[in-house]
């Protein structure tokens, strides 16, 4: 594990470097997935195989993406900025999902590509905080954006950051059959959640969105790696379902905080649609 202070020039994940385009495109594609595609079809592999040189070559996609796409420096000066103000015009709204996207989507390669196959923890906790910071800025809660925002201000600071940043280097990547094994390990979660979507709570179903969420950006990298029809298909149709699922997802959460609905409680039927197409999914996904 790399000690303080944590270069990421120095890590053997920076080299070789992945050109502009590619960063594009993974980034592109990161923005989408949850843009619904209801008119494009299930492919007839779900569950693509990679080789070991693509999970590699995925993972420090991720990688470099996160340490050489965020300018940690700005994207402080903007926490601590909509931290004072308690609020957010669009272009620092913007700024702010794009640069938490990139936290997302590395925390979300920890799980996919690596032996462990679940997040670091400190990731974990800063990129949770970065969603709530943006639950509250966007629903005007002044206080807790003043809170969350100077947590986060600390924990992006050198002196911090480098606790965040070193298992992201020292995690081994998984086998590539080994990944397919955890992915069938989620289809088998997956199934049994789906059940309850006929009376879940928003907790519950925020559960069931995080293993479609995983695998859209598995399937987001994985394409980026190896450009196909196919896997574009696979993506946008699980996409579609991630939209959907985020778009209830929101207005979950205004109810959460306005206290109208008990986010780990309070019971609802989800929308036929989502578990339909989750059914659909898993009926081509081997066992």
Same mark, same amino acid.
């Given at each position: 594990?790399?000690?303080?202070?944590?270069?990421?020039?120095?890590?053997? +994940?920076?080299?070789?470097?992945?050109?502009?385009?590619?960063?594009?495109?993974?980034?592109?594609?990161?923005?989408?997935?949850?843009?619904?595609?209801? &008119?494009?079809?299930?492919?007839?592999?779900?569950?693509?195989?990679?080789?070991?040189?693509?999970?590699?070559?995925?993972?420090?996609?991720?990688?470099?993406?996160?340490?050489?796409?965020?300018?940690?420096?700005?994207?402080? +000066?903007?926490?601590?900025?909509?931290?004072?103000?308690?609020?957010?015009?669009?272009?620092?709204?913007?700024?702010?999902?794009?640069?938490?996207?990139?936290?997302?989507?590395?925390?979300?390669?920890?799980?996919?590509?690596?032996?462990?196959?679940?997040?670091?923890?400190?990731?974990?906790?800063?990129?949770?905080?970065?969603?709530?910071?943006? $639950?509250?800025?966007?629903?005007?809660?002044?206080?807790?954006?003043?809170?969350?925002?100077?947590?986060?201000?600390?924990?992006?600071?050198?002196?911090?950051?480098?606790?965040?940043?070193?298992?992201? #280097?020292?995690?081994?990547?998984?086998?590539? &059959?080994?990944?397919?094994?955890?992915?069938? +390990?989620?289809? #088998? +979660?997956?199934?049994?959640?789906?059940?309850?979507?006929?009376?879940?709570?928003?907790?519950?179903?925020?559960?069931?969105?995080?293993?479609?969420?995983?695998?859209?950006?598995?399937?987001?990298?994985?394409?980026?790696?190896?450009?196909? =029809?196919?896997?574009?298909?696979?993506?946008?149709?699980?996409?579609?379902?991630?939209?959907?699922?985020?778009?209830? =997802? $929101?207005?979950?959460?205004?109810?959460?905080?306005?206290?109208?609905?008990?986010?780990?409680?309070?019971?609802?039927?989800?929308?036929?649609?989502?578990?339909?197409?989750?059914?659909?999914?898993?009926?081509?996904?081997?066992?």
């Amino acid at each position: 594990m790399p000690f303080f202070p944590f270069s990421r020039k120095a890590s053997p +994940r920076h080299y070789p470097a992945f050109p502009q385009n590619m960063f594009d495109t993974v980034f592109e594609h990161i923005l989408l997935d949850d843009v619904p595609h209801p &008119t494009t079809p299930l492919p007839k592999d779900v569950l693509p195989l990679c080789t070991a040189q693509e999970v590699t070559e995925g993972y420090n996609l991720c990688w470099q993406l996160l340490e050489d796409g965020v300018d940690r420096k700005a994207f402080r +000066r903007l926490i601590l900025k909509i931290a004072f103000s308690g609020q957010a015009d669009e272009e620092e709204r913007l700024s702010f999902k794009y640069e938490r996207a990139k936290f997302k989507h590395m925390r979300f390669a920890c799980a996919n590509f690596t032996r462990k196959h679940r997040y670091p923890l400190l990731l974990h906790i800063v990129t949770i905080i970065m969603g709530n910071m943006q $639950d509250a800025f966007k629903n005007h809660q002044r206080r807790s954006t003043l809170i969350l925002g100077l947590i986060l201000w600390i924990a992006l600071s050198p002196a911090y950051y480098w606790l965040i940043a070193a298992p992201l #280097t020292s995690w081994r990547e998984d086998s590539a &059959t080994g990944i397919q094994a955890y992915q069938k +390990r989620e289809n #088998t +979660r997956l199934a049994k959640m789906v059940a309850k979507l006929e009376a879940t709570t928003g907790h519950e179903f925020h559960v069931v969105r995080k293993i479609i969420s995983r695998r859209v950006a598995f399937n987001d990298t994985l394409r980026t790696i190896r450009p196909s =029809h196919e896997l574009d298909q696979l993506s946008e149709y699980l996409a579609t379902i991630n939209g959907m699922m985020g778009d209830l =997802h $929101d207005h979950l959460i205004e109810k959460k905080l306005d206290g109208t609905q008990n986010y780990k409680r309070d019971r609802f039927q989800s929308p036929q649609e989502i578990p339909q197409r989750i059914r659909a999914f898993l009926s081509r996904s081997p066992q």
